[in-house]
Nanobody
């Protein structure tokens, strides 16, 4: 069982930046791909970004390309999401996810483990 704990959410003005962190409990985190999803009130969970097991490949949703950057530090068992040029429409609960099977996938059901989420609110 892998436990994921997100941190770094908060309230920021439009145009600002936040960095989300996700800490994993497994000592073999390098064997899991990582991802970030988000869910706004009344909307379905949305793929944001994913990163491969060793961090050599990434993929992003079109809505965040050029503004968000996903990265990882396997020695620290962490995945990060740097969010720049934030917009009010980025407001959502952001979830970290990990899976030990499919590498680089934007499909939520491919992910085996999920964090509890961290709230990001962008004011206009």
């Amino acid at each position: 069982q892998v436990q994921l704990v997100e941190s770094g959410g908060g309230l920021v003005q439009a145009g600002g930046s936040l960095r989300l962190s996700c800490a994993a409990s497994t000592p073999i985190f390098s064997k899991y791909s990582g991802a970030w999803f988000r869910q706004a009130p009344g909307k379905e969970r949305e793929f944001i970004a994913t990163i491969s097991w060793i961090g050599s490949r990434t993929d992003y949703a079109d809505s965040v390309k050029g503004r968000f950057t996903i990265s990882r530090d396997n020695a620290k068992k962490m995945v990060f999401l740097q969010m720049n040029s934030l917009k009010p429409e980025d407001t959502a609960v952001y979830y970290c996810a990990a899976n030990g099977g499919v590498d680089i996938t934007s499909i939520a059901r491919d992910y085996d483990y999920w964090g509890q989420g961290t709230q990001v609110t962008v004011s206009s």
